[in-house]
């Protein structure tokens, strides 16, 4: 498929990107204000960036949208015709803890390994300190990734210099290959919650 021409994607594609269903309908008007213009502009040259294996670091306070950002990317270059896995990093670390295979012929980690983007979501401080999945192996599958020029897109909550503070294998291996985006705005997830109990109360205060 030229990669100049979208496709309208649905299910399959979902499901095989592993993209959380919360993310299906994300819309580059749901990104926040503070990073919209920057993120269309990633978005509309999408395939020249995967061709340069230029990701993305998005980093900022809970809630504010980082994910969803990443969701669009990932949705955006499969409407391209390239491969993307969606994955948590509390996620990858239990797949490679157990071996699990992706299909057939790949185990998940190789297909975070191999495709042409891939997204690791929610990078924490803890995971540093985790038996399977730490600093190490992520910056191991990071630099591959850097080596082979395939798009990595990380969302977490440090920011670069935390980053580099507490994980500085990895922040080196991101050097180069992942521009560093600073996302802010509300918490979309105390919104959602505080629209959901006003509906359930009626508007009224919970005691």
């Excluded at 994300?26 to 509309?44: C, E, G, N, W």
């Excluded at 979501?121 to 990071?142: C, G, I, Q, S, T």
């Amino acid at each position: 498929m030229d990669a100049n021409q979208r496709r309208v994607i649905g299910l399959p594609d979902f499901e095989r990107m592993n993209l959380p269903e919360e993310f299906w309908r994300t819309k580059i008007q749901d990104a926040p204000q503070s990073v919209r213009d920057v993120i269309h502009r990633y978005l509309f040259r999408i395939s020249e960036f995967v061709e340069k294996g230029a990701g993305l670091l998005l980093h900022g306070g809970a809630g504010v949208g980082k994910s969803g950002i990443a969701a669009l990317a990932a949705k955006e270059a499969r409407a391209r015709g390239y491969t993307v896995f969606f994955i948590g990093v509390w996620e990858l670390r239990e797949a490679v803890r157990s071996k699990l295979m992706f299909d057939d012929a790949a185990s998940v980690l190789d297909r975070c390994r191999n495709v042409d983007v891939l997204v690791l979501d929610n990078l924490r401080e803890e995971d540093e300190k985790e038996y399977m999945v730490n600093a190490r192996v992520l910056e191991e599958l990071v630099s591959y990734r850097k080596n082979k020029k395939r798009v990595t897109i990380i969302t977490t909550r440090l920011s670069p210099s935390e980053l580099r503070s507490k994980m500085s294998g990895l922040y080196d291996a991101t050097v180069g290959s992942l521009v560093p985006i600073a996302v802010a705005g509300d918490n979309l997830r105390v919104q959602a919650h505080q629209a959901l109990v006003n509906e359930v109360l009626g508007g009224r205060v919970v005691p």
